[in-house]
């Protein structure tokens, strides 16, 4: 069945760091990748979104890359502060206007 | 603007009961999503809605109903809850297409005893 795999269901880091949280995949060959923010007790935000043939994407102190030979995208949060403590979730869809698959989540607490 | 309004937030219902759960977005979307999220299983799909007068299954549809009302509304309803469906659910909306972002509503935290 299809999966999606975020290692990492705690990550820790200092603030002014480089965050980086890892998403992969497995029976799958998504034709696009999603992260989103969920803060307790809130609904996800959305972030970004990068397509199987783009490498990377950017978004303010945000990147995102997407690698089809690793089947894996990367999220990094650069010069991570406090505020930027909160879950994150990966998720992948087909083409074709097919529903999302999420995966469960990493947990990055910025500390000061 | 308000996005994507779920009422009630919070309910407890005894084992048997039934409730429905209800969704209203104002982004003019056509896609309609109900999901759950229990800890250690992330969020999965119960069923959606690609557009007004069409509804799908997702992961997870047993014990489950769901009413796409209009453009806007789009409820879920448990007819006999069980304790496993303690959950909380998130509604979600979106415009029609692959690669649209989904915009949730803050939940529903429902508890059945």
């Known amino acids: 069945s299809q999966k999606i795999e975020q290692n990492s269901e705690a990550l820790n880091i200092q603030e002014g760091k480089t965050a980086t949280l890892t998403c992969n995949y497995t029976n799958y060959s998504p034709a696009y990748l999603q992260w989103y923010r969920q803060d307790p007790g809130r609904g996800p935000v959305f972030l970004l979104l990068i397509r199987e043939n783009e490498k990377e994407k950017r978004k303010e102190r945000l990147k995102v890359t997407f690698d089809t030979t690793l089947k894996q995208s990367l999220f990094h949060i650069t010069a991570s502060q406090p505020a930027d403590s909160a879950t994150y979730l990966c998720?992948?869809?087909?083409?074709?206007?097919?529903?999302?698959?999420f995966g469960k989540g990493t947990r990055l607490s910025v500390i000061a | 603007n308000a996005g994507v309004t779920q009422t009630p937030k919070f309910q407890v219902l005894k084992t048997g009961q039934s409730m429905t759960l209800q969704c209203a977005q104002d982004?003019?979307?056509?896609?309609m999503y109900w999901y759950r999220q229990d800890p250690g299983m992330g969020l999965r799909l119960i069923y959606y809605?690609?557009?007004?007068?069409?509804?799908d299954k997702g992961e997870v549809p047993n014990g489950y109903n769901v009413s796409r009302l209009n453009k806007r509304e789009f409820s879920l309803r448990l007819e006999s809850a069980a304790p496993s469906q303690t959950s909380v659910y998130f509604c979600?909306?979106?415009?029609?297409?692959?690669?649209?972002?989904?915009?949730f509503g803050d939940g529903t935290r429902l508890s059945i005893l």
């Open positions: 809605s690609a557009s007004e007068g069409t509804t």
């Open positions: 998720a992948a869809q087909n083409s074709g206007n097919t529903p999302l698959v």
């Open positions: 979600a909306s979106s415009t029609t297409g692959s690669n649209q972002p989904q915009h």
């Open positions: 982004m003019n979307h056509n896609s």
